[in-house]
């Protein structure tokens, strides 16, 4: 690595490169198919004005032939890249073999691949979903149910301390312990039975436990709240607190999971083992959507026949393309180059620092990137490194973040920083 570093320490970030220099008005094909889609779908999403027609590792293309670094990797969705062989070759092989049979019958990629997860995370069983937030559900299903049926909680109390700041998804349950306005307003009446605490305020945790708390739910690095990372002796509390309450600890790793940090798992940065995980994301290689509930035997394992369950969850194609990232993970790789590049990439910040940025937080190749609110929004700081190359996604107020795929290149980072600071020179 230090090789990398010194190449770093000579370049200017806020001067611009062949790369980034000149900003360009949407093309006539991305007008055209942003109309479409204005006219067509519902209007969820404010995204920016890019239209994607290809990818390939960590950078796409749009509609009409502009090439763009990719610094969000569908929020880790896209861990491995573009295009990745391996995963391709998976999910073709099983596309011509069969790629869905239902949970009413067994199929021959699930067990391998529950087998073979569990192993990477260093657990014992796995529930297998299709989204996040049906991962996060099925946590607190299986939460609830454990209070009741094995810690004797009376029927109808469980409570599941969450933290503030935090995202797990948008079904109604979970919007309604969010305090994000966006998500939450004009969607009541809310689902009960949810205790909200400080993020990163192990004391405020403790003050709110008694003997209805069947589980904490926590992002053990907020992802959507703009890359908040905990303090160092945060976690390991957590741990403490719900074992000294007979509690669940539930890490929801959906984002932070399976490299991004340079782990497999975040909670490996701190040494802590949670009793249950939610992944999702980077579980599918960015081709299909793939999520777990992974822990205890014992916890999983008051689920019933019938009481849960999922048409898609566990399919032939979603389990071999599963398995393929799980085998990946394995060799330790895709860890190693998050490792590698977070001190490249936090000393391009860290030269941004009081130039426009106003702090960084970086945890592997993940960074939450605070901008001067004097210079623009995030939003608009986004849209002007999109005119120059690079897609990010803002997260609240002026903070973005940078979450390129695992196999970006110092090069690209550079570019990524570069492009970085000439935006905010531009908007000094």
């Known amino acids: 690595m230090s090789g990398d570093t010194d190449r770093h320490a000579g370049q200017d970030v806020g001067r611009d490169t062949a790369h980034t220099t000149a900003s ?29 027609a290809s990818g390939h590792g960590a950078t796409v293309t749009d509609v009409d032939g502009r090439t763009y670094l990719d610094g969000l990797a569908a929020y880790s969705a896209v861990n491995f890249g573009h295009g990745n062989p391996r995963l391709l070759t998976a999910a073709r092989d099983q596309l011509d073999r069969v790629t869905l ?13 529950a087998a073979g997860l569990t192993e990477l995370t260093g657990t014992e069983m796995m529930l297998p979903m299709n989204t996040g937030a049906e991962a996060v559900e099925s ?22 301390v969450v933290a ?20 939450r307003n004009d969607f009541g009446p809310y689902t009960p039975g949810f205790r909200t605490v400080p993020y990163g305020d192990a004391d405020a945790l403790r003050a709110a436990m008694d ?33 000294e309450f007979g509690a669940l600890f539930i890490a929801d790793e959906i984002q932070s999971g399976l490299g991004r940090t340079g782990h497999t798992l975040a ?6 083992t949670p009793d249950l995980v939610t992944l999702g994301k980077a ?10 509930v992974v822990g205890r035997a014992d916890v999983l394992g008051v689920l019933r026949p019938g009481e849960h369950g999922s048409t898609f969850g566990g399919n032939p194609l979603a389990a071999a393309v599963g398995a393929e990232v799980v085998a990946m993970l394995a060799e330790g790789t895709f860890q190693q180059r998050a490792l590698e590049g977070e001190p490249v990439l936090r000393g391009y910040l860290d030269e941004l620092v009081g130039e426009g940025v106003v702090a960084h937080r970086v945890a592997g190749l993940w960074a939450g990137i605070d901008i001067d609110p004097a210079l623009g929004t995030g939003k608009q700081v986004a849209k002007a490194l999109a005119a120059r190359g690079v897609l990010v996604k803002d997260t609240h107020g002026s903070t973005i973040r940078f979450a390129p795929p695992l196999v ?14 000439a935006v905010i020179r531009d908007l000094a």
């Open 101 to 113: 049979t239902s949970r009413a019958f067994v199929n021959d990629r699930l067990g391998p691949f």
């Open 408 to 421: 970006v290149t110092d090069e690209e980072i550079a570019t990524a920083m570069q492009a970085l600071g």
């Open 283 to 292: 579980l599918g290689g960015g081709i299909v959507p793939v999520s777990a």
């Open 24 to 52: 360009h008005a949407p093309g006539p094909a991305t007008v055209a198919a942003l109309a479409v889609e204005d006219r067509a779908l519902a209007h969820n999403y404010s995204p920016l004005p890019v239209v994607i």
């Open 267 to 272: 909670v490996q940065r701190v040494g802590v």
């Open 164 to 183: 503030s700041g935090n995202f797990h998804g948008r079904t109604t349950t979970i919007i309604s312990f969010s305090d994000d306005p966006d998500a």
């Open 211 to 243: 003997d209805t708390v069947v589980a904490v739910l926590l992002e053990p690095i907020q992802g959507e709240g703009g890359v908040v990372i905990p303090p160092a002796d945060y976690l390991p509390a957590v741990r403490e607190v719900c074992d």
């Open 139 to 160: 946590a607190i299903k299986v939460a609830r149910a454990w209070g009741y049926r094995v810690k004797g909680v009376p029927a109808g109390q469980a409570t599941v």
